[in-house]
């Protein structure tokens, strides 16, 4: 999903709960969970990959995770997963579902949503490790009906920080920011706790790639550790 926060379409939401949806705060209802942060008020981050396996960046990627020695949780889609099953190695990591289409949710009932989302883990190698069971919607487009399916299996994960809009809204107009300026873009933003969402399946993956090893050496520099869902028994 590419990032302009949590949103839940709103059919079938009270109005009491509406206000909670909108900010994108850690969102604990009992009706439908969306956790948009850790669990944590140390400084701890997860970093969060959306839209691979891609040929082009994910290998990079994890190259870098490795060097670094991080975990981090992969969004797939299922169509991807088909396409280049075998190709990646995520072990030491957290894969977490994406849909098998990767389309947007916002025309589609509940049910269609879920259907693509069993789909999507479908095509997930069952050696891949996926426990906690993970899911996060296309463009974060999700029915608060899909969003009570993935909590009885899992957790619903979405983002408070997200780095393609932090480069996008930042750059000059038809431009792209130089390295150090969106590493530095993305860097002060973070707080303790906050769920980063960075994509190795989208055309930014080619400014990820290059920005990733110094956004992470400069969060540890900061202090950061980095977790995914899976540390956290609360989320399991
Ligand atoms: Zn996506």
């Known amino acids: 999903m590419r990032g302009r926060g949590n949103r839940v379409l709103l059919l079938g939401i009270g109005a009491a709960t509406l206000a909670a949806v909108l900010v994108g705060a850690p969102w604990l209802d009992a009706r439908a969970r969306i956790v948009s942060r850790l669990p944590t008020t140390e400084r701890v981050v997860a970093l969060t990959f959306d839209d691979g396996p891609d040929p082009r960046y994910t290998p990079a990627v994890l190259e870098v995770l490795r060097d670094e020695g991080v975990a981090?949780?992969?969004?797939v889609t299922g169509a991807r997963v088909a396409a280049c099953a075998g190709a990646v190695d995520y072990r030491g990591h957290l894969v977490g579902f994406h849909t098998y289409s990767h389309r947007d949710g916002r025309g589609s009932r509940a049910r269609a949503q879920i259907a693509d989302f069993e789909r999507g883990e479908e095509a997930v190698p069952a050696t891949w490790p996926t426990h906690p069971r993970c899911y996060r919607s296309p463009f974060g487009h999700v029915r608060p009906a899909t969003v009570r399916w993935a909590d009885r299996r899992g957790v619903y994960l979405g983002w408070s920080v997200c780095y393609d809009a932090l480069i996008r809204d930042s750059a000059p107009k038809g431009g792209v920011l130089p390295h150090r300026e969106r590493v530095a873009a993305l860097v002060s933003r973070v707080s303790p706790g906050d769920i980063i969402l960075l994509h190795d399946g989208n055309a930014n993956g080619r400014y990820l790639v290059e920005d990733l090893p110094a956004i992470?050496?400069?969060?540890?520099?900061?202090g950061y550790r980095f977790a995914t869902p899976a540390d956290f028994p609360e989320l399991r």
Request: a positive charge; zero cysteines; glycine letters at 0%.
């Open 72 to 75: 981090a949780t992969f969004f």
């Open 216 to 222: 992470i050496r400069e969060l540890k520099r900061r």
